[in-house]
């Protein structure tokens, strides 16, 4: 008789509890641009000269579009945090990368100096959020952000590189990369806010309703307003 109620309690229990589950999937996005908007690839030389190899530049592939200085981030109640990535700036082929860095608040980000050159990240504006973090090649330095904000910085050799660490509260972000992708896993079903920075500023924000476990959005920002 106790049997027969445990196994009737047991039956009427865990359909109640997977019915109120909420389900995790992901969202895979694309942001679509206008032509005119998108980067043209710079002319290289072929033959000889572009095979040639030194011992300063890595010779990546060069930042042709304007959207892998851009970051995605989800907003909703109740929404769970991004698992923390160990964040890293790498300094290689004589630039920042990724030109844009987004973090959560108290992250501690490495800068890494994979040239052959010596590099020292200082902070690029009147608020010293770096003081300076001197860097010969091969070696990594690290510094911690506890405010929210936007922070630009440089290096004191050649001024002329910058990278943009944005410390976020927003729990979920993403990184686009150069055909304008980005993806976020572990996302419950539910209505989100999704919301794109790009130079300094919001230029985009939409409603995206998660259904299922592979949710997709495309975000179009032909009627975005952005600093050049």
């Not at 930042?63 to 300094?91: C, F, I, N, W, Y």
């Not at 690029?124 to 952000?145: C, N, Q």
Request: aromatic letters at 8%; hydrophobic letters at 40%.
């Amino acid at each position: 008789m106790r049997r027969a109620i445990l196994s009737l309690l047991v039956g009427l229990l865990f359909p109640t509890v997977a019915a109120t589950s909420v389900q995790a999937g992901s969202l895979a996005g694309k942001i679509v641009m206008p032509a005119k908007l998108t980067y043209k690839v710079p002319f290289r030389a072929s033959g000889y000269w572009r095979g040639l190899q030194n011992e300063v530049l890595k010779k990546l592939p060069p930042l042709v579009d304007p959207r892998q200085k851009m970051v995605v981030t989800l907003e909703a109640k109740g929404l769970p945090k991004s698992v923390a990535v160990k964040p890293e700036v790498h300094m290689e082929d004589m630039r920042f990368w990724p030109p844009v860095l987004p973090i959560h608040r108290n992250q501690t980000v490495s800068f890494v100096n994979d040239d052959k050159v010596k590099h020292e990240v200082i902070s690029d504006g009147e608020e010293a959020s770096v003081a300076s973090i001197p860097l010969p090649p091969g070696t990594r330095g690290r510094h911690s952000f506890t405010k929210l904000g936007e922070y630009t910085l440089t290096c004191k050799e050649t001024p002329h590189l910058n990278v943009t660490v944005l410390v976020l509260d927003a729990p979920k972000f993403a990184r686009v990369d150069a055909a304008g992708v980005f993806f976020f896993p572990d996302v419950p079903e539910g209505q989100v806010t999704l919301k794109v920075w790009y130079n300094g500023a919001w230029i985009h924000k939409q409603t995206v309703d998660l259904v299922g476990s592979k949710s997709r959005v495309s975000v179009d920002l032909s009627a975005a307003k952005a600093k050049e």
